[in-house]
């Protein structure tokens, strides 16, 4: 069944009960910055915090978010961060995805899958997360930027997002794949696909200078044109403040809402905001503590939901 729009109806939330930076994702995650140990309860109690009021703020604005309660592990850190290990999809299909972190794998959890049950079916479970064993990865809509009005999955290659089952989980879906390189200012692989590219219902917030020149690049611009959506080109500056780590939500009215940081609304130019308020209305929430030591924003916080209603 073919989606009419990329909004998410709802969101999937992780309240954290650990937070601080992960020493396993840090190689491949310039995003984050390290902690001294005397910090981390401070910065766990400010990460919390900041989520709680990131939730009320999605939901005053009419974002239906249902929220998971993690438990304490210490090496469980990242559990903020669901999008990474789990999808759920219009068929009643959940996909659980390969991540490079092994103290990130403990958090697919049944539990976490549960909360969603009492309003949204699951007909489903699907465990990709096999490939870890030959260290191949696909850390989920981190990895993979989903049109699915379209039926299209875009991904850049990197450690964590493997080319080879980018194309296999397309084909399962019955999508087509865009893969390509992007690589950040000093040259090395971006780590998710999520950071410089946002795709909304019809419009794509994208860092094209993130993408060498050539033949590659030509076809994902060619692809994103004949589908029709409007390209707002975010630079490396804009990039690194998250601009481009948005996701475009369900409010239950007419127009959408397109949920990113206050750091990246911050980075936006007002040419940029005004492109994008045609589409939807943006909402800003603030999560300085998340960004910095967690080296994700706000579209990593949320695992968009598509599942059919009960």
């Given at each position: 069944m073919k989606l009419q729009s990329n909004a998410a109806p709802a969101v999937l939330m992780v309240r954290p009960a650990n937070f601080g930076p992960n020493p396993e994702t840090a190689g491949s995650n310039s995003f984050q910055s390290?902690?001294?140990?005397?910090?981390?309860?401070?910065?766990?109690?400010?990460a919390i915090a900041e989520f709680?009021?990131?939730?009320?703020?999605?939901?005053?604005?009419?974002?239906?978010?249902?929220?998971?309660?993690?438990e304490f592990l210490e090496e469980r850190r990242d559990a903020v961060?669901?999008?990474?290990?789990?999808?759920?999809?219009?068929?009643?299909?959940?996909?659980?995805?390969?991540?490079q972190s092994k103290a990130r794998r403990t958090e697919r959890r049944q539990e976490v899958i549960d909360t969603v049950k009492p309003r949204f079916t699951v007909h489903k479970i699907t465990d990709l997360s096999g490939t870890e064993e030959k260290e191949l990865y696909l850390e989920g809509t981190g990895s993979l930027i989903v049109d699915y009005p379209n039926q299209i999955m875009y991904a850049s290659r990197s450690i964590r997002t493997n080319e080879g089952l980018v194309?296999?989980?397309?084909?399962?879906?019955?999508?087509?794949?865009?893969?390509?390189?992007?690589?950040?200012?000093?040259?090395?692989?971006?780590?998710?696909?999520?950071?410089?590219?946002?795709?909304?219902?019809?419009?794509?917030?994208?860092?094209?200078?993130?993408?060498?020149?050539?033949?590659?690049?030509?076809?994902?611009?060619?692809?994103?044109?004949?589908?029709?959506?409007?390209?707002?080109?975010?630079?490396?500056?804009?990039?690194?403040?998250?601009?481009?780590?948005?996701?475009?939500?369900?409010?239950?009215?007419?127009?959408?809402?397109?949920?990113?940081?206050?750091t990246a609304f911050a980075a936006l130019t007002q040419s940029q905001k005004i492109i994008?308020?045609?589409?939807?209305n943006l909402i800003a929430i603030d999560i300085p503590t998340i960004e910095k030591y967690g080296g994700g924003s706000a579209r990593c916080m949320m695992a968009g939901i598509h599942l059919p209603a009960v």
């Open positions: 390290a902690a001294q140990t005397g910090e981390l309860d401070k910065i766990r109690s400010q709680d009021v990131a939730v009320d703020t999605l939901r005053n604005a009419g974002v239906e978010v249902i929220v998971a309660h993690d961060f669901p999008n990474n290990w789990v999808s759920f999809h219009e068929s009643g299909d959940v996909f659980l995805y390969p991540m194309r296999a989980h397309a084909a399962r879906l019955g999508f087509s794949a865009v893969v390509f390189d992007a690589v950040d200012r000093s040259g090395m692989p971006i780590y998710h696909t999520n950071v410089m590219m946002c795709l909304g219902t019809s419009y794509c917030v994208v860092c094209l200078e993130s993408i060498p020149e050539g033949e590659v690049k030509k076809a994902f611009l060619a692809s994103l044109g004949a589908t029709n959506h409007e390209i707002v080109d975010i630079s490396f500056d804009q990039m690194e403040h998250f601009a481009g780590n948005m996701l475009e939500v369900a409010t239950g009215t007419s127009k959408p809402a397109l949920v990113m940081s206050i994008l308020e045609k589409y939807a």
